[in-house]
């Protein structure tokens, strides 16, 4: 979904500049690593988190499987040895607000898989919205929207 949109966007704006192939990888660990972020915040692994993780990659980013468990393997590494989110964060600022928001979303989605949301997996997910510039409002309709397909 992500790289559909990405691609009609450069080709409506007729960037010359972009490269898609040069930095759809680094977007996607980015956004893998977002995941794997929220997944850990809590201190505690949970089978539901991890399958979400991977479902959740396969549906935003159009891969299959195998695809997904490899790249949420180099994710946790990152998300382990990051010191800052925005380690992640600056490298999602060209996505457009209705990706951001499918982004956050899926980090509720993420959150709510074991049926409960911890204080540190929210402030993960509210900083991150701040960080990519994702509207408050729209911060709030993604946790809702995930807390509804959670029930």
């Known amino acids: 979904m992500f790289k559909s949109l990405r691609t009609l966007f450069r080709q409506l704006t007729n960037d ?5 192939a040069v930095d759809t990888p680094t977007l996607h660990l980015a956004m893998a690593s977002l995941l794997c972020e929220v997944a850990i915040a809590d201190h505690e692994q949970d089978p539901r ?6 479902q959740l ?3 935003l980013l159009e891969i299959d499987e195998v695809t997904s468990k490899q790249l949420l393997e180099k994710a946790q590494l990152q998300a382990e040895a990051s010191v800052s989110l925005y380690d992640f964060t600056n490298k999602l600022r060209s996505l457009e607000q209705p990706e951001r928001y499918q982004l956050i979303e899926a980090m509720w989605q993420v959150a709510y898989a074991d049926g409960v949301i911890d204080p540190q997996e929210e402030a993960v997910i509210r900083q991150v919205s701040d960080l ?4 408050h409002s729209a ?3 993604a946790k809702i ?3 509804n397909t959670a029930n």
């Open 139 to 141: 911060f709030i309709k």
């Open 49 to 54: 988190e991890e399958q979400a993780k991977i």
């Open 132 to 135: 990519i510039y994702l509207d």
């Open 57 to 59: 990659l396969m549906k």
């Open 16 to 20: 010359p500049n972009s490269n898609e």
């Open 145 to 147: 929207s995930a807390k």
